[in-house]
């Protein structure tokens, strides 16, 4: 039974987590990871014999033999690997908070994520806004990614207020006007 | 404006979560806690300062201590675990001392001195993260750059709403 | 040369290094930040330098050894004496150590090049401690021996390289690492899901004791831990549907990351595929084949036909790397095939073939780096014309792109031949028919790259910073490109011994029962056949 309602659980927070992961919002992303990596925890914590009350704490370290003997111990290991997989998974997190609040510092806060990947897919060299042609995109100089975006950092560093989103060139909106 | 009662609260936990920090540390080669949940302890009594005093005036006391305590840290855990490659136990074998001096009988090993690594690492990186978090990233950090010298926009690619015009 | 260095002794003990030292320099290097501005950069980079020597000549000592013999010998080491199911256990063999020397030799290449390169801001933000724990990150991914260390030591080299991608932190570099730390840490989650299966139904992670228990489980577990580590680490590896971070993230950081993740990083995924599917799953290898050959097809022609129309000089050679990850797949497929005249040979050419692609690999995306610094943008149709002004850069350029497509008398011709005939002798005319297309293929990418940087009228974006300008930078940054190229000629010219090195390898990445007996995980430790059974 512990194991059914185990699994169930771990199913849930696989699908809750993966989910917000696809979902465009940034924090919803955080959110997601940290479900999907609970999820995966508990799955390898059930890997471990699942037994209620069994600590894996010595209560008398002298004569552990005996206690070994008379009661039932949890598997140590999986909580082990446990312990490390969060660690490791909240420096993970702690820096894609860094990463996506960076982002949002750099590109100006009131753009969502939705805004902000159309104001990039605007110097995206494959992004055929207009109706243009792909070979024109490709080739032309506006097509370099990098130093459009260098250029674009130079203009947000001396602008200090939030982006303009160029109307005109933005799928969203040329198909909502047809 | 902080307020107030943050400030009050500041006062009394963060001692208290130093303290507890500690105790985690020493006791935690074989009892439950450890360096890294000593180290979020400690870093929580940081957290609490930055909430109560603001980011500037914490990373301004122990900003410049950061890349040290994360190198110490680094520094301790892999020599805690070399140790046992001189006295040709082998490495990460663990060596114990025993301290005793009046009331204190405490031991001592290289499993204490890795926690402390991990302790010193984590609570540099923690509060490393907190305070980029907490201050405003493009004011904190120098402008970066490709090359070595300022970028010269001689021909400023036309925008391409500007084209559109 | 090889008596010589058998000679000196070795002590297992010292199997440890690999990663104790890195992270010691790596502490090293941050302690060393605090002193005087100009000091810093200049002790960083030579004790990186230094450290990243030592570990070739580590590296060199430990091939050395693995190679005594006529089958070859393995270093085992058990971490503080636990025995070894339950210490960590690290073991070398030739193949491990023809991975720690390829590696350590790029982050030697990589750290002149980066103080040829790289912006004050960047040094001073860590790049040379960052790339010591990526160093440490792999050689740990290389010796680990049991699941759950090799998972830690993944994370390791993950975590270093999210940071150093967004070293710098221009918007396209956080949008990439995004998207790269993000599909990266979903892959690293199935695998920690595959450890936990493994450790549910197998009740061990030690690779020696899985290896032995995977023989009596049933074939639902095996079937379902082989597929969780072929998404997992196929996806570390740039493998057909799971490649898509690589080409988003690898084009946005400075040009020395890029070679620098493009020579080492897909490599490490392919490296635990090509340990773990013979030491585990030997019959569904040869179950699995044509999954494992579809897979490797796709991903040949899929990218190789992508590079063709990418605008930009890295993307197109990250496009490149994925479609040389199918090749080393192939090897992968046809390791185990019963119809091979020698065995083993396929593996042996897969190997070969990881090394000349790192060495080639890396001197391409520097070439690329540099010729993407003197003119100010890597997009093809704004620059051109190079060859006038750099032809020395032009030349090795040149000769590094043809190595890549095959031609003799480089490293890539006799890689590609090997691995072309270890796949006729065993009757996949199909896939030899493919893997030729994709080298023709490659070749004309490489010739349209190497026309559109070099050939024609000099035109150029905004050049903001020339490393080859002067004299000091442009023997950093050209030097170890030379070096590089110049290994790949010599492994093309000299090839015997390199095919003799491989063959032991890959005879000891075969060979199981070697495996297990020199871990020897203890054997009062019953090997319950119950233990898939629900508990009572």
Same mark, same amino acid.
């Not at chain 2, 855990?77 to 070399?82: D, E, M, P, T």
């Not at chain 2, 978090?133 to 493009?138: A, R």
């Given at each position: 039974?512990?194991?059914?309602?185990?699994?169930?659980?771990?199913?849930?927070?696989?699908?809750?987590?993966?989910?917000?992961?696809?979902?465009?919002?940034?924090?919803?992303?955080?959110?997601g990871?940290?479900?999907?990596?609970?999820?995966?925890?508990?799955?390898?914590?059930?890997?471990?014999?699942?037994?209620?009350?069994?600590?894996?704490?010595?209560?008398?370290?002298?004569?552990?033999?005996?206690?070994?003997?008379?009661?039932?111990?949890?598997?140590?290991?999986?909580?082990?690997?446990?312990?490390?997989?969060?660690?490791?998974?909240?420096?993970?997190?702690?820096?894609?908070?860094?990463?996506?609040?960076r982002r949002?510092?750099?590109?100006?806060?009131?753009?969502?994520?939705?805004?902000?990947?159309?104001?990039?897919?605007?110097?995206?060299?494959?992004?055929?806004?207009?109706?243009?042609?792909?070979?024109?995109?490709?080739f032309?100089?506006?097509?370099?990614?990098y130093?459009?975006?260098?250029?674009?950092?130079?203009?947000?560093?001396?602008?200090?207020?939030?982006?303009?989103?160029?109307?005109?060139?933005?799928?969203?909106?040329?198909?909502?006007?047809? | 404006?902080?307020?107030?009662y943050?400030? %009050?609260?500041?006062?009394?936990? =963060?001692? @208290? +979560? &130093?303290?507890? #920090?500690?105790? !985690? /540390?020493?006791?935690?080669?074989?009892?439950?806690?450890g360096?890294f949940?000593?180290?979020?302890?400690?870093?929580?009594?940081?957290?609490?300062?930055?909430?109560?005093?603001?980011?500037?005036?914490?990373?301004?006391?122990?900003?410049?201590? %950061?890349?040290?305590?994360?190198? =110490?840290? @680094? +520094? &301790?855990?892999? #020599?805690?675990? !070399? /140790?046992?490659?001189?006295?040709?136990?082998?490495?990460?074998?663990?060596?114990?001392?025993?301290?005793?001096?009046?009331?204190?009988?405490?031991?001592?090993g290289?499993?204490?001195?890795?926690?402390?690594?991990?302790?010193?690492?984590?609570?540099?990186?923690?509060?490393?993260?907190?305070?980029? +978090?907490?201050?405003?990233?493009?004011?904190?950090?120098?402008?970066?750059?490709?090359?070595?010298?300022?970028?010269?926009?001689?021909?400023?690619?036309?925008?391409?709403?500007?084209?559109?015009? | 040369?090889?008596?010589?260095?058998?000679s000196?002794?070795?002590?297992?003990?010292?199997?440890?290094?690999?990663?104790?030292?890195?992270?010691?320099?790596?502490?090293?290097?941050?302690?060393?930040?605090?002193?005087?501005?100009?000091?810093?950069?200049?002790?960083?980079?030579?004790?990186?330098?230094?450290?990243?020597?030592?570990?070739?000549?580590?590296?060199?000592?430990?091939?050395?050894?693995?190679?005594?013999?006529?089958?070859?010998?393995?270093?085992?080491?058990?971490?503080?004496?636990?025995?070894?199911?339950?210490?960590?256990?690290l073991?070398?063999?030739?193949?491990?150590?023809?991975?720690?020397?390829?590696?350590a030799?790029?982050?030697?290449?990589?750290?002149?090049?980066?103080a040829?390169?790289?912006?004050?801001?960047?040094?001073?933000?860590?790049?040379?401690?960052?790339?010591?724990?990526?160093?440490?990150?792999?050689?740990?991914?290389?010796?680990?021996?049991?699941?759950?260390?090799?998972?830690?030591?993944?994370?390791?080299?993950?975590?270093?390289?999210?940071?150093?991608?967004?070293?710098?932190?221009?918007?396209?570099?956080?949008?990439?690492?995004?998207?790269?730390?993000?599909?990266?840490?979903?892959?690293?989650?199935?695998?920690?899901?595959?450890?936990?299966?493994?450790?549910?139904?197998?009740?061990?992670?030690?690779?020696?004791?899985?290896?032995?228990?995977?023989?009596?489980?049933p074939?639902?577990?095996?079937?379902?831990?082989?597929?969780?580590?072929?998404?997992a680490?196929?996806?570390?590896?740039?493998?057909?549907?799971?490649f898509?971070?690589?080409?988003?993230?690898?084009?946005?950081?400075?040009?020395?990351?890029?070679?620098?993740?493009?020579?080492?990083?897909?490599?490490?995924?392919?490296?635990?595929?090509?340990?773990?599917?013979?030491?585990?799953?030997?019959?569904?290898?040869?179950?699995?084949?044509?999954?494992?050959?579809?897979?490797?097809?796709?991903?040949?022609?899929?990218?190789?036909?992508?590079?063709?129309?990418?605008?930009?000089?890295?993307?197109?050679?990250?496009?490149?790397?994925?479609?040389?990850?199918?090749?080393?797949?192939?090897?992968?497929?046809?390791?185990?095939?019963?119809?091979?005249?020698?065995?083993?040979?396929?593996?042996?050419?897969?190997?070969?073939?990881?090394?000349?692609?790192?060495?080639?690999?890396?001197?391409?995306?520097?070439?690329?780096?540099?010729?993407?610094?003197?003119?100010?943008?890597?997009?093809?149709g704004?620059?051109?014309?190079?060859?006038?002004?750099?032809?020395?850069?032009?030349?090795?350029?040149?000769?590094?792109?043809?190595?890549?497509?095959?031609?003799?008398?480089?490293?890539?011709?006799?890689?590609?031949?090997?691995?072309?005939?270890?796949?006729i002798?065993?009757?996949?005319?199909?896939?030899a028919?493919?893997?030729?297309?994709?080298?023709?293929?490659?070749?004309?990418?490489?010739?349209?790259?190497?026309?559109?940087i070099?050939?024609?009228?000099?035109?150029?974006?905004?050049?903001?910073?020339?490393?080859?300008?002067?004299p000091?930078?442009?023997?950093?940054?050209?030097?170890?490109?030379?070096?590089?190229?110049?290994?790949?000629?010599?492994?093309?010219?000299?090839?015997?011994?390199?095919?003799?090195?491989?063959?032991?390898?890959?005879?000891?990445?075969?060979?199981?029962?070697?495996?297990?007996?020199?871990v020897?995980?203890?054997?009062?430790?019953?090997?319950?056949?119950?233990?898939?059974?629900?508990?009572?």
């Amino acid at each position: 039974m512990t194991t059914i309602v185990l699994g169930l659980l771990v199913a849930t927070l696989l699908a809750t987590g993966s989910y917000m992961v696809m979902r465009r919002g940034q924090i919803k992303l955080i959110l997601g990871l940290g479900l999907l990596t609970h999820g995966v925890n508990l799955m390898l914590f059930g890997s471990g014999a699942l037994l209620r009350g069994a600590t894996p704490i010595f209560k008398d370290k002298d004569n552990f033999a005996q206690e070994l003997a008379t009661r039932a111990f949890a598997d140590p290991l999986p909580q082990a690997l446990i312990l490390t997989a969060i660690v490791i998974s909240f420096g993970l997190t702690a820096f894609i908070v860094v990463l996506v609040s960076r982002r949002d510092a750099l590109t100006g806060s009131d753009l969502v994520p939705g805004e902000l990947a159309r104001y990039i897919n605007a110097q995206d060299p494959f992004h055929t806004a207009g109706g243009q042609d792909i070979s024109e995109v490709l080739f032309s100089d506006a097509s370099d990614d990098y130093d459009i975006l260098q250029f674009e950092l130079d203009e947000i560093y001396d602008r200090k207020e939030p982006l303009p989103v160029d109307a005109t060139d933005t799928t969203v909106e040329s198909s909502t006007a047809e | 404006m902080i307020e107030l009662y943050l400030r %009050l609260l500041d006062r009394v936990l =963060t001692p @208290l +979560l &130093l303290l507890i #920090g500690v105790v !985690l /540390l020493l006791r935690g080669h074989d009892a439950p806690g450890g360096g890294f949940i000593a180290a979020l302890m400690v870093s929580a009594a940081i957290a609490l300062q930055i909430l109560s005093n603001g980011a500037r005036l914490v990373r301004a006391r122990i900003g410049r201590a %950061l890349q040290p305590l994360i190198a =110490t840290g @680094l +520094l &301790l855990g892999v #020599g805690s675990a !070399l /140790l046992g490659v001189f006295t040709g136990q082998g490495f990460f074998a663990g060596i114990w001392w025993s301290i005793h001096w009046g009331p204190i009988d405490y031991k001592i090993g290289t499993p204490v001195l890795f926690d402390l690594g991990v302790f010193l690492a984590v609570t540099g990186a923690t509060i490393a993260f907190m305070l980029g +978090l907490s201050t405003n990233v493009i004011e904190t950090t120098d402008e970066p750059r490709l090359g070595k010298r300022p970028v010269q926009h001689a021909a400023q690619p036309a925008r391409r709403g500007e084209e559109a015009q | 040369m090889l008596e010589l260095l058998q000679s000196i002794p070795f002590q297992p003990t010292w199997l440890a290094l690999p990663v104790a030292l890195p992270m010691a320099a790596a502490g090293l290097l941050l302690a060393v930040a605090r002193l005087g501005f100009r000091q810093r950069f200049r002790l960083q980079r030579w004790i990186a330098g230094v450290v990243a020597g030592i570990h070739v000549l580590l590296a060199l000592l430990i091939l050395a050894h693995t190679l005594a013999g006529d089958e070859g010998a393995r270093i085992v080491y058990q971490m503080g004496s636990w025995p070894a199911p339950f210490g960590i256990t690290l073991i070398a063999d030739s193949f491990t150590a023809i991975m720690l020397l390829m590696t350590a030799l790029l982050v030697v290449a990589v750290v002149p090049y980066a103080a040829g390169t790289l912006d004050h801001h960047r040094e001073s933000m860590g790049f040379y401690p960052l790339t010591l724990l990526l160093l440490m990150g792999m050689n740990g991914a290389y010796l680990a021996g049991d699941l759950f260390n090799l998972y830690v030591f993944f994370e390791v080299l993950l975590t270093s390289s999210f940071v150093l991608l967004t070293l710098g932190g221009t918007p396209g570099q956080i949008n990439g690492g995004i998207r790269y730390v993000v599909l990266n840490l979903m892959a690293s989650l199935v695998f920690l899901s595959a450890a936990g299966v493994a450790y549910g139904t197998l009740g061990t992670l030690n690779m020696a004791q899985m290896a032995q228990r995977m023989d009596i489980a049933p074939d639902a577990v095996r079937i379902l831990l082989a597929g969780l580590m072929l998404v997992a680490f196929g996806s570390k590896a740039g493998l057909f549907p799971l490649f898509f971070w690589l080409p988003a993230s690898y084009h946005t950081p400075h040009p020395v990351v890029t070679a620098l993740f493009g020579g080492t990083l897909t490599k490490v995924g392919v490296y635990t595929l090509f340990r773990l599917f013979p030491l585990f799953f030997p019959g569904l290898l040869v179950a699995w084949q044509p999954l494992i050959l579809t897979i490797a097809a796709l991903t040949m022609l899929i990218s190789v036909l992508a590079a063709f129309v990418q605008p930009t000089i890295r993307r197109l050679i990250s496009f490149d790397i994925i479609s040389q990850v199918g090749f080393m797949l192939l090897a992968l497929g046809i390791a185990l095939d019963p119809r091979a005249p020698v065995t083993g040979f396929a593996l042996a050419a897969g190997i070969i073939f990881i090394v000349h692609n790192m060495l080639v690999k890396t001197a391409l995306l520097m070439g690329g780096g540099v010729a993407e610094l003197e003119m100010g943008s890597g997009n093809l149709g704004a620059i051109g014309g190079l060859a006038a002004k750099r032809p020395y850069l032009a030349g090795l350029f040149f000769v590094a792109a043809f190595s890549l497509a095959g031609i003799p008398p480089s490293s890539g011709f006799v890689s590609k031949l090997s691995l072309l005939q270890a796949t006729i002798g065993v009757h996949q005319y199909w896939m030899a028919a493919v893997s030729l297309l994709v080298s023709l293929l490659t070749m004309m990418v490489m010739i349209r790259l190497w026309q559109y940087i070099f050939w024609g009228e000099f035109t150029t974006g905004h050049a903001q910073w020339t490393p080859l300008r002067k004299p000091w930078a442009s023997w950093l940054t050209l030097g170890p490109i030379t070096v590089l190229v110049a290994l790949s000629l010599t492994m093309g010219i000299f090839f015997r011994p390199v095919l003799h090195v491989a063959q032991k390898a890959a005879n000891q990445v075969l060979d199981r029962t070697g495996y297990i007996a020199a871990v020897a995980p203890l054997a009062d430790v019953p090997v319950e056949p119950e233990f898939w059974e629900p508990p009572q």
